[in-house]
């Protein structure tokens, strides 16, 4: 095991380094399964395009995780971070990975500055993203006034008004949920028409806390160091108006984090989303997935700690397979 960082990126300037697992991914799913591998002691390296938290370490407040109480995205984050290294976890983040090999029996893969790793094992943790709008001010008022997620962030707004942006069913659906804690729900759409089930569209409609504005779009976010409003353009006059207000949810749909898995042996469904088995193992034996990038329903921190468990241990028993098949080889 390298010492240090520095050591393991001279090293992999020589030659490709050989690891049990290789975790592409550093949200919850992949630093729980970097854990549970690290500490059964299978030399593992983590891999992530971004730092270590994924989307976790854009959500302000985390209230609903078991046992703690509270605690901001990016300290629960840094918390599974130190301890994943406190096992032996070697960690590389802000990569890009530009050749990859996991069809043979030792996975392998290039990242674009020339360093090369292989191993027994690989677990795709790469997450996803909420689909963006795009106006100008969402980037800046992330996690400060705007949320992707009712169940993480509804109860920060009992008694304030709101607006929930899309047409689909998760956007009915979470407005009806949202009245539980905001005194009004503004339910702002784009076309003179929901896309949702006729039954979600009427729940949402019968609803006294709701209030439906179709035909229109958010041009902007508004505020200063929070969300203050938002500025609605009306699509058949186009008149714009701003609406005061404490919080705004977006359900526009939903990205997985699989671009570069397109064209190759990974089964992707087809919402680009990573198919597996009840292991956890995708369509190639010892490719496993875990968290948002799998093809699934729910999505939440506990949900992503979960796959990450449940791949980490099914690649430790592939891991243990493939070391006693070599034992066995050697001794005959």
Do not use: W
């Amino acid at each position: 095991m390298y010492k240090n960082r520095r050591q393991l990126i001279h090293k992999t300037t020589m030659e490709a380094i050989h690891y049990d697992s290789i975790i592409i991914g550093a949200g919850p799913a992949g630093l729980t399964a970097g854990i549970y591998l690290s500490r059964a002691k299978a030399k593992t390296l983590i891999l992530d395009s971004g730092i270590a938290g994924g989307q976790m370490i854009l959500t302000h407040e985390i209230a609903n995780y078991p046992g703690i109480e509270s605690i901001s995205g990016y300290e629960l984050s840094n918390n599974m971070r130190v301890q994943a290294r406190k096992f032996g976890c070697d960690m590389l983040s802000g990569i890009s990975i530009a050749q990859i090999d996991f069809e043979s029996e030792v996975k392998s893969l290039k990242l674009s500055n020339g360093k090369s790793f292989t191993a027994d094992s690989i677990i795709l943790a790469t997450g996803g993203r909420s689909r963006m709008i795009g106006a100008p001010g969402e980037t800046n008022f992330k996690g400060r006034g705007i949320s992707y997620c009712a169940t993480c962030d509804g109860d920060f707004f009992q008694d304030k008004e709101i607006a929930v942006i899309g047409g689909g069913n998760t956007a009915l659906e979470e407005a009806v949920a949202l009245t539980k804690y905001a005194s009004k729900v503004t339910l702002i759409h784009q076309f003179d028409h929901f896309q949702g089930f006729k039954h979600a569209e009427e729940e949402a409609r019968a609803n006294e806390k709701i209030h439906i504005q179709l035909n229109s779009r958010v041009v902007s976010f508004n505020g200063n160091d929070k969300l203050k409003s938002i500025t609605v353009e009306n699509l058949l006059t186009h008149e714009l108006t701003d609406i005061e207000l404490d919080g705004v949810f977006i359900f526009i749909g939903y990205e997985a984090n699989t671009d570069f898995l397109q064209g190759r042996c990974i089964r992707l469904n087809e919402r680009q989303e990573i198919v597996t088995d009840d292991k956890l193992q995708t369509n190639v034996q010892g490719v496993f997935a875990a968290g948002d990038a799998l093809a699934k329903r729910f999505r939440q921190i506990t949900t992503a700690v979960s796959d990450g468990t449940i791949a980490a241990l099914n690649a430790l028993e592939h891991i243990n397979q493939r070391k006693q098949k070599a034992a066995e080889a050697k001794a005959s």
